[in-house]
């Protein structure tokens, strides 16, 4: 059995099926990028693995049925990454990145000055630690990301699931955050799972790529192993007329004429 | 650093706050002094015991719960502009209040007691509706604060048109302006426990109120219960501004302004800004009954007062929103 199952994930909005039986797996360590087109169902799908949409079909994680656990458990497991944060309250960096250890905590008791440290070391990490005191509200877009990502940070969960986190970032950062985020996935020994809109990020940043089409899995691709013919074949299933080049040994996807 | 800004801070406040309630203790139609209370004046002691010391004790501990109130309001709402009647606290009290005053022989106990009723009884109706909705969030409350609210003023016209026009209209609409002038120890004392009961598990979940301004999906994955937190929260919001309006009446403004008066003074939301915002509206509402019965030979509506301050205040808030924007 692999780390992280995914089988048979359906779910519909009124009576439109939106993801229509997506299964993968993925291995500790690994970062799984989902790509798609816009409407594809990769929201839905994100949605449906932490539990946050109720489908049919099962997502197993560390051989436990997240169906079984209640909302709190699954907090404690997994780090969730939404495009862009909804806080519209005037709070310090700090205090945003500490909230990440609310399903730890209980609901009465006050962040520690050891949390405190480590949420400062999770800022320093994805390189805002100069920020920490600042209002998040008075933060660029991409900013506010970083500290979003350093909140995923600060507490070891089994599995970080990402919505678009670079979406905000400008070149410089995005290509930074994106390997920290790869590299912390082995360091604290969970999966990663990344909606990703950008495909030649995902082609030089995960280990697998699941390919979503109106709402189905049409292909499961591997950057190390698989031809660049046949990744273009599938990738054109999604996106039409691409090419897959090969630039400095990197992956890059480029639109025909 | 910031710790020793937050003392100087809550000191200041502290020191305002005991400036106005000493000048709250002395200043009335029977003007109260140090030397009168010390040499045993058995009148002014007894004015002080039973009518100056309670007013003021509304006032402080009223103004802090509907400032408090506010702070939440405004942040699970995710509205710097909400408060309490979103979800129907005070019309609810109001409709409440004029059934008493036309049916209840209109003592200020059962004025009192039907407002409280009326207050929670909205609140509790709001709550219950939005609940139906099947996963209905916050947008669900306000809708069904709004249906709410409309039911009670609805109520509340129907009661005004069966109302005396000479007396008990004329009762309704003070009571409905606010005034502390009715508050004494006797009809008071029980709802300002009410109030510091509430007002306290405010306090002790302060930091799952501010998460609370994540969005939902956020929040949940933060590990919040979001539904549960949502409703203990706003009851428990609700039971302090309906603990204080159906002594006081309706006060307008306090609530929405107290809470960005602190968060202009710490530049960010914590738990030490909601403990700002509850003193700011002590001050607010203190300050806004000295002024209703010293300005005028006959006492005014605190609610003059408080709005006085709190439009030019609203108009200013709305402005820089739309500089931000």
């Known amino acids: ?257 | 650093m910031k710790k020793y800004r937050n003392l100087v801070l809550l000191s200041a406040i502290l020191l305002l706050l005991f400036s106005v309630v000493c000048v709250s203790l002395a200043v009335g139609k029977f003007p109260i002094t140090v030397e009168g209370l010390i040499s045993g004046n058995e009148m002014m002691g007894r004015v002080f015991l039973t009518l100056r010391l309670p007013r003021t004790m509304v006032a402080v501990i009223g103004g802090f719960a509907l400032g408090i109130a506010g702070s939440v309001f405004q942040t699970v709402f995710h509205n710097p502009l909400a408060a309490p009647d979103m979800i129907g606290v005070s019309s609810g009290a109001s409709a409440g209040a004029a059934f008493a005053i036309l049916f209840a022989s209109g003592t200020v106990f059962s004025v009192g007691l039907a407002s409280f009723i009326g207050g929670l009884a909205a609140v509790i109706v709001t709550l219950l509706l939005s609940g139906a909705v099947k996963n209905g969030g916050k947008a669900s409350i306000v809708l069904a604060g709004i249906a709410v609210h409309s039911l009670c003023q609805t109520a509340l016209m129907f009661l005004k048109t069966a109302a005396d026009p000479e007396r008990e209209l004329a009762s309704i609409e003070y009571w409905i302006m606010g005034a502390l002038n009715g508050v004494s120890l006797k009809n008071s004392y029980v709802n300002m426990i009410i109030c510091v009961v509430a007002v306290l598990p405010i306090f002790l979940l302060s930091r799952q109120i501010i998460m609370l301004s994540n969005s939902e999906d956020e929040a949940k994955m933060l590990g919040v219960p979001v539904n549960k937190m949502r409703f203990a929260v706003l009851i428990f919001a609700t039971l302090a501004v309906t603990s204080t309006v159906s002594v006081t009446g309706i006060i307008s403004f306090v609530g929405l302004l107290a809470p960005h008066a602190a968060t202009l003074m710490t530049k960010k939301v914590d738990s030490f800004t909601f403990l700002l915002g509850g003193l700011c509206g002590s001050i607010l509402l203190t300050v806004a009954d000295i002024l209703s019965r010293s300005i005028a030979s006959s006492e005014l509506p605190v609610s003059i007062f408080t709005s006085l301050i709190g439009a030019p205040f609203l108009v200013w808030l709305i402005w820089r929103e739309r500089r931000r924007v």
């Open chain 1, 1 to 257: 059995m692999s780390f992280f199952e995914c089988r048979n994930l359906k779910y519909s909005y009124e009576k439109k099926e939106v993801l229509s039986g997506v299964t993968f797996s993925a291995e500790v360590g690994e970062l799984v990028g989902i790509i798609g087109a816009n409407g594809s169902g990769k929201t839905t799908l994100m949605k449906s693995i932490c539990s946050l949409l109720k489908g049919d079909g099962e997502v197993v994680l560390c051989g436990e049925n997240l169906a079984d656990k209640s909302d709190r458990e699954v907090a404690k497991i997994i780090s969730y990454i939404p495009q862009r944060s909804g806080i519209d309250i005037s709070i310090s960096v700090l205090d945003t990145t500490l909230m990440g250890f609310n399903a730890e905590m209980s609901v009465l008791s006050r962040y520690t000055d050891s949390q405190r440290k480590r949420a400062m070391a999770a800022l320093e990490e994805v390189g805002i630690g100069h920020l920490s005191d600042r209002d998040y509200q008075s933060l660029s877009e991409g900013e506010k990301q970083l500290s979003i990502i350093a909140r995923s940070f600060v507490s070891c969960k089994k599995m970080l699931l990402m919505d678009e986190p670079e979406s905000s970032l400008d070149f410089r950062n995005r290509n930074r955050v994106i390997g920290l985020i790869k590299s912390k996935i082995k360091t604290m020994g969970s999966v990663g799972l990344v909606c990703l809109h950008e495909p030649s990020v995902a082609l030089q940043y995960c280990d697998r790529l699941v390919l979503i089409n109106e709402g189905r899995c049409i292909a499961q691709l591997n950057p190390n192993e698989n031809k660049l013919e046949y990744m273009e074949e599938k990738l054109k299933q999604i996106y039409g007329n691409i090419t897959l080049a090969k630039v400095n040994s990197r992956i890059v996807m480029l639109p025909d004429d």
